[in-house]
């Protein structure tokens, strides 16, 4: 076991799964000689070459065709945005061609788009956005998001071998923030299974990403006053455990949603959906979400922090929920 960053850990998954498949190659801006906005391919290129790990023109829609294109015959592309917020720019690619092509002819189409979203960098409206709620109502794609280095590596494997096109969602805060103890040898972490945080059984927070380090922050304030709280990390966004968001909340009868996303038509709202259609009886208070408000992420420092949800106003919510 080795301590690990969850920007290493996703530099280690590209490196593995490109020397153990030759099928998989890198392509993206800056990806190659520059090693990537972030450094995430840094060096790939030396050891890989050119020609697996190549630097692309500033055409999001251009480079993710060409990755839908060679995923067709066989490879397995991983596509790098600079930033998540540019995924705008191949939103008919991903949305028109790669997610229909195994309902429309049964067409194996394994691509990874590597997404670097999320705020808290203070980077504005422009590079700071949560790009999951786009493609949540899109048959055909996976989307992921770790919040672990762990599981940053794990779920990028497993995303690389699948054979349906998955949107990676790693959070650019978490970089070089935290840290896991990762085995050297070999895994991989399921993709549609959620996992337990941590243990509790007076409220369930149900959350993904950067959010989980905020729950788990909240629910070690809580547990002081003698509230305890299950938190569930979804690790795969879609599609949704069902099966760990309703034992969950079977569990504990009381649910708080969290997530960095705007509020609006967000993941929040089809959990909340499920949980009411799917065991409505088991609840014991109303559902809670917690999300960003329905603006662009601002730049200031002291805004964006007002923007983002915080374990206060977690807190704030479980407490409220405990007086039902």
């Known amino acids: 076991m080795k301590e690990t960053t969850y920007l290493e850990a996703i530099k280690e998954a590209l490196d593995e799964e490109m020397a153990r498949d030759p099928d998989v190659f890198i392509l993206g801006e800056d990806v190659g000689v520059y090693g990537g906005a972030f450094r995430v391919t840094e060096g790939l290129s030396e050891k890989y070459g050119e020609w697996r790990v190549f630097d692309t023109p500033l055409s999001e829609s251009g480079f993710t065709g060409a990755a839908i294109g060679a995923a067709l015959v066989g490879m397995r592309p991983v596509v790098e945005m600079q930033f998540a917020d540019f995924v705008s720019c191949a939103f008919d690619q991903l949305v028109n061609v790669a997610a229909k092509n195994h309902y429309r002819w049964g067409a194996a189409t394994p691509l990874v788009v590597r997404a670097p979203y999320g705020g808290n960098v203070h980077g504005g409206a422009f590079h700071s956005q949560c790009i999951e709620g786009f493609f949540f109502n899109v048959p055909g794609l996976k989307i992921v998001a770790p919040s672990t280095a762990y599981d940053a590596k794990g779920l990028l494997k497993a995303a690389i071998r699948d054979n349906d096109p998955v949107i990676y969602c790693e959070h650019k805060y978490l970089y070089r923030r935290i840290k896991d103890h990762i085995p050297e040898e070999d895994y991989a972490v399921p993709i549609g299974k959620a996992r337990i945080a941590i243990e509790g059984n007076d ?25 305890s709280c299950e938190i569930i990390d979804l690790r795969t966004i879609l599609p949704l455990d069902r099966k760990s968001i309703l034992t969950t909340v079977k569990k504990t009868n009381k649910v708080v949603v969290l997530h960095e996303q705007t509020k609006t038509g967000g993941v929040g709202a089809e959990i909340s959906a499920l949980i009411s259609e799917s065991c409505f009886d088991y609840l014991d208070g109303p559902i809670i979400r917690i999300a960003a408000p329905d603006t662009p992420v601002p730049y200031s420092a002291q805004m964006e922090e007002a923007f983002i949800p915080q374990p206060k106003d977690l807190i704030t919510a479980v407490e409220k929920l405990m007086r039902y």
């Open 203 to 227: 409220v369930s927070i149900i959350t993904y990403g950067a959010m989980v380090h905020t729950a788990i922050e909240a629910a070690q304030t809580l547990k002081e006053s003698g509230v």
